[in-house]
């Protein structure tokens, strides 16, 4: 199984909201992170998390929280966001000493009203 | 400069042509190079991954990675209108823990 899932698959949500995005994988990676995607962009990497601890933020503004409950979970909590980070967000994993093959999930759509 | 260039196209072919997509990368200590192809609307999935240099075919593709160069390369032979899609060049850079990503080629098969 080289599934990584993310719910929902599409979001719309205003500026005074909170909302979360959630990210599950099963192949026993110990590595998992955060994308955005604007369109026609390539992805841009938010956050890593490395045996469930935070490990890389790319100065990512405080409205996005990320969270990693257990190894085969991941979180982003929303609030307050703008409309500019109306986008698509992607997680994937991959296996620690493997960082350079990452199984990408189908992503969120986000839109910011 | 960017760390990696990517051709953006977009580029049309017709069915059963063989596409060559391009990328070039300015750091020569990047060792890890990989492919992904993204349908609209969807995450990337890897298709191909290579280190160092040399060839590397699956199927219908093939990666091609000339490190004297800084070149990238992959092939995609007797293409199908399933292939259309964007395709992101990509490398690992080790010192960052980080993918750096081309900006991506949209590749149109024509039946």
């Known amino acids: 199984d080289t599934e990584v899932t993310q719910t929902p698959k599409h979001l719309v949500m205003g500026m005074t909201n909170k909302k979360s995005l959630k990210c599950e994988q099963h192949m026993g990676h110990r590595a998992m992170y955060w994308y955005k995607q604007k369109a026609k962009k390539p992805p841009e990497l938010m956050f890593v998390?490395?045996?469930?601890?935070?490990?890389i933020n790319e100065s990512v503004p405080s409205r996005f929280s990320p969270e990693c409950p257990n190894s085969s979970l991941l979180n982003l909590h929303l609030h307050a966001l703008q409309p500019e980070d109306s986008a698509l967000y992607l997680c994937a994993s991959s296996q620690l000493g493997a960082q350079e093959t990452q199984y990408f999930g189908p992503g969120t759509r986000l839109l910011v009203l | 400069q960017k760390e990696v260039e990517q051709d953006p196209g977009p580029l049309s072919v017709p069915e059963g042509a063989i596409v060559s997509l391009n990328c070039t990368y300015s750091n020569s200590a990047f060792q890890y190079f990989m492919w992904y192809r993204q349908y609209s609307r969807k995450g990337p999935e890897l298709l191909m991954y290579?280190?160092?240099?040399g060839n590397k075919e699956d199927g219908r593709f093939t990666a091609q990675v000339d490190k004297s160069s800084k070149y990238i390369s992959l092939f995609i032979r007797d293409s199908q209108p399933s292939d259309s899609a964007t395709y992101l060049c990509?490398?690992?850079?080790?010192?960052?823990?980080?993918?750096?990503f081309g900006s991506g080629t949209r590749l149109s098969i024509r039946p």
């Open positions: 290579t280190y160092s240099s």
């Open positions: 998390y490395s045996y469930e601890k935070l490990s």
């Open positions: 990509a490398t690992f850079y080790s010192s960052a823990s980080k993918i750096i």
